[in-house]
């Protein structure tokens, strides 16, 4: 027989090794699940989490509820008839073309007293 691993050997020392792992891994879970340190601190992220992602579907709903709204008012100014023309109804009602009279001015009297009061300007 020569000196060195056999294949036993290595297969022990493997179980072994993994035994150990298993063992620190199950100290450490037990460390985690009894540790207090950070709940709070946790338990402020998930909600900051959930109303962000709250708020930003919040937003995205209000996003495509305006565009929406933005779209049908598009569509509504597209559909605006300005040829319509109403012709009225002789002698009751006038059509409906403007007419716009010429420009005229007047001169309004100024006048600033106030009755029983003198003012003490003349005009």
Known sequence: MHRGHTREADEV????????RRTAMTQL?????TDDDGVLTF????????????????????????????????QALL???????????PGLIDPSEYDDPGHTFSECDRDFSVPGISSGFDN
């Not at 879970?29 to 699940?33: A, D, E, F, H, Q």
């Open 79 to 89: 559909a605006f008839d300005q040829s319509y023309s109403f012709a009225g109804v």
């Open 13 to 20: 020392e493997t179980q072994r090794s993994s035994i150990e």
């Open 29 to 33: 879970l037990k460390k985690v699940w």
């Open 43 to 74: 338990e402020w992220t998930i909600l900051v989490v959930v109303l962000v992602i709250g708020i930003v579907s919040g937003i995205a709903g209000a996003r495509d509820a305006i565009i929406d709204e933005l779209g049908d008012t598009a």
